[in-house]
């Protein structure tokens, strides 16, 4: 299926073969992306995670893992449809995929590649279809080794689609391997792709044979279907010694000079691979799915992995403080235990010596109070008795002439007044009673008595 394009950082690029693999490691810098380092290791040795593994890191530094695919594995067609929208373009290759496949549906693995074009003219896709059970072995070998491609892909249709030029002819990419070599195969009529295959050729001096009856197939089929193109110009892209040996029967196929090209080195290839904007993608939806979801779990599983860590490290830091606390407690305990004594026999001074206090300031108080009650009282009353109600109230009771009876009124004011260093003696003074003689007896004296509330600030 088709993978959206991705935004990254950084881009590891994963060439696997018979021998060993290669990793090119690219950071981007714009719209370009900077070889970071290049590094080989052998079949079956695990690449370093800080470089391949997917961490929290991901969610604003995004890494994109991708994968090569050898040629011989790949089936793959070219296919015109109607004018359509981009996202209605999968609905309409899956509806033609029986006709287009060599292999079953349910046990294939497919993905396109959308060539540029206008807005009105026909679509051309590149569809590749490849067996799902060798997706899968490949897929079970990257993840062996600690790699998860987000993108699995054929090196050698991303490079012909990088150097190949829309137009009239025949595009040839190939290169030289263990077991043959490969020719990628592209003709080109009426400025659009119209054929596409990927074949094997023995490693002979009669390779460029076989390889021009290969074409020659192809161009009586493109005559009969009508888009054969009127000029056969062939490119062949190819390194200088394989372009040698084929450069003599491509001419003979194309009755003129063939165009050579270099192909581009692995580095150039890989960061080909890179920034390419690629929509084709091998790696199916539900493998693609479970790393997310394995990505997803890593993250809960750290993430609760860092609060247990915090979790402990609180604890240990609470029980730590807790005995540094029960030390410190201990030694005020002690402290404590060797200056009770000392404290009691405090606190015993302490209370004898308010006690004493309050007993010097309840004789000052009742001598205030008997020297005011004695200087106010009038020359004609007298002074029965005096009554100290602990320091705070002051009861006088005495006589006074029957016909002298307002001289207690004056005696109160008086009272009222009185003052000791400035300051009120009294706060209230209250006449309780004045009761007169008997009846028949009015040559006794008149009993009266007064309540006096103690101005005290000690007592406040």
Same mark, same amino acid.
Request: with cysteine; proline share 6%.
């Given at each position: ?6 935004? /990254? ?5 994963? *060439? ?17 992306? #900077?070889?970071?380092?290049? =590094? ?18 991901? #969610? ?7 994968? /090569? ?11 015109? %449809?109607?004018?359509?929208? @981009?996202?209605?373009? @999968? ?11 060599? %292999?079953?549906? *349910?046990?294939?693995?497919? #993905? ?30 990257? !993840? ?43 003709? /080109? ?21 076989? $390889? ?38 491509? =001419? ?7 165009? $050579? ?13 890179? #920034? *390419? ?11 693609? +799915? ?22 402990? %490290? ?36 302490? +209370? ?26 009038? !020359? ?11 320091? =705070? ?34 706060? =209230? ?8 003689? +008997? ?6 004296? +008149? ?14």
């Amino acid at each position: 299926m088709a993978a959206k394009t991705q935004r /990254w950082t950084s881009c590891n690029v994963l *060439a696997p073969t018979a021998d060993d693999r290669t990793l090119w490691s690219f950071s981007r810098k714009g719209d370009q992306a #900077t070889l970071e380092s290049e =590094k080989r290791f052998a079949v079956g040795a695990r690449l370093p995670a800080e470089q391949v593994a997917k961490t929290l890191r991901e #969610t604003w530094q995004p890494r994109l893992n991708i994968a /090569w695919l050898p040629a011989d594995k790949v089936f793959l067609r070219v296919v015109e %449809l109607p004018p359509a929208e @981009p996202a209605e373009v @999968p609905a309409l290759i899956e509806f033609q995929l029986e006709r287009l496949s060599p %292999l079953p549906a *349910a046990q294939s693995v497919w #993905t396109f590649e959308l060539l540029s074009g206008g807005p009105s003219e026909p679509i051309t896709a590149i569809v590749a279809i490849v067996d799902r059970e060798v997706v899968e072995a490949q897929l079970k070998d990257l !993840e062996a080794v600690g790699y998860r491609p987000d993108r699995l892909e054929l090196p050698a249709l991303r490079e012909l689609l990088a150097v190949m030029k829309p137009g009239a002819g025949v595009y040839i990419l190939a290169s030289q391997e263990p077991a043959g070599i490969d020719c990628l195969v592209a003709w /080109w009529g009426e400025g659009r792709l119209r054929h596409l295959s990927l074949g094997r050729f023995s490693n002979d001096s009669a390779a460029g044979d076989r $390889l021009v009856d290969a074409l020659r197939r192809t161009a009586w089929a493109a005559e009969v279907e009508g888009w054969l193109p009127a000029s056969q110009g062939v490119t062949l892209i190819a390194e200088a010694s394989l372009a040698a040996r084929l450069e003599l029967a491509l =001419k003979d196929f194309a009755g003129r000079s063939v165009t $050579l090209r270099e192909r581009l080195s692995p580095p150039e290839l890989a960061s080909v691979t890179a #920034t *390419a904007r690629a929509q084709a993608n091998l790696v199916p939806p539900e493998v693609l +799915a479970r790393y997310r979801q394995e990505f997803v779990d890593r993250l809960w599983m750290r993430a609760l992995g860092a609060v247990a860590l915090a979790y402990v %490290l609180v604890v240990l830091g609470y029980l730590a403080a807790l005995n540094v606390l029960d030390y410190q407690k201990g030694r005020v305990d002690h402290e404590i235990a060797l200056n009770l004594a000392n404290y009691t026999k405090a606190q015993q001074l302490k +209370a004898r010596l308010e006690i004493l206090q309050e007993q010097v300031n309840l004789k000052f108080a009742a001598l205030d109070c008997w020297q005011a009650a004695a200087e106010a009282l009038p !020359e004609s009353m007298t002074l029965n008795s005096i009554i100290f109600q602990r320091g =705070k109230k002051l009861g006088l009771i005495g006589s006074v002439p029957n016909d002298q009876q307002e001289k207690v009124t004056a005696y109160n004011a008086a009272l009222a007044k009185a003052e000791v260093n400035g300051r009120p003696l009294f706060t =209230k003074v209250v006449t309780k009673s004045i009761q007169g003689p +008997a009846a028949g007896r009015l040559d006794q004296p +008149a009993s009266w008595s007064l309540e006096c509330e103690i101005n005290r600030r000690d007592l406040e």
